[in-house]
């Protein structure tokens, strides 16, 4: 399956916010990593640090390969994109990944600092959870730090139980069986 295909898979979908502004969630293109770069660069040192629990400041360039270039049998990005044409700015993205042979897979979040609490990452959460389902995945899992509240509620609130992490106390492992994802 080519990245085209992936993406023909994961239909475009337009969301509204609750404050009004507007986004189009779509799967990540080849074509992305230079917008995909100056999204990781525009966050915040601490929202980049939720993210990487690193203190990385850009991706690499095999992060960043690895990031436009999905493998479509077991890894999918998305992006929340808002403007068009060369207006086009990165917002949000999330990923899952698994690995070949395996039902199991693990998400990674981030939203731009100036469009955090509108419910994006909800909504970027959701949609990973039912494509990852649609292609035979039946565990989500994911890595939070044990001080981002606002993460954990939200894996809480959309179905996944909590519990220690071979990371450490400093980090959450957050687990969730997807067979009932509709
Ligand atoms: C964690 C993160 C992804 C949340 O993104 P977001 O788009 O702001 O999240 P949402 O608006 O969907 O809100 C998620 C939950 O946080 C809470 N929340 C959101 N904004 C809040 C605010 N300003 N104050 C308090 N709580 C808030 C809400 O309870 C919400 O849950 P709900 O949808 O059930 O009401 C975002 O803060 C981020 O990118 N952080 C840096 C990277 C990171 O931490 N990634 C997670 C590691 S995988």
Do not use: H
């Not at 040192?45 to 990487?52: I, M």
């Amino acid at each position: 399956m080519t990245t085209a295909a992936q993406e023909a898979e994961f239909i475009p979908v337009d969301l509204q916010l609750r404050d009004g502004r507007r986004v189009s969630l779509r799967a990540v293109r080849p074509q992305d990593k230079e917008a995909l770069q100056a999204a990781i660069k525009r966050l915040s040192p601490e929202s980049r640090y939720a993210r990487f629990m690193s203190p990385l400041r850009e991706l690499t360039p095999k992060m960043l390969e690895r990031a436009a270039n999905p493998d479509p049998d077991y890894e999918l990005q998305l992006v929340a994109v808002c403007g068009g044409g060369p207006q086009e700015t990165i917002v949000g993205g999330g990923r899952y990944c698994g690995s070949a042979g395996s039902t199991e897979c693990e998400f990674a979040l981030a939203v731009a600092d100036a469009w955090q609490g509108l419910g994006l990452a909800r909504r970027l959460l959701e949609s990973l959870m039912r494509a990852a389902r649609a292609r035979g995945m039946e565990r989500m899992e994911g890595y939070i730090l044990a001080s981002n509240s606002r993460m954990l509620g939200l894996a809480k609130r959309l179905g996944f139980a909590e519990a220690a992490s071979p990371e450490g106390p400093s980090v959450r492992l957050v687990r969730r069986d997807l067979r009932g994802v509709g």
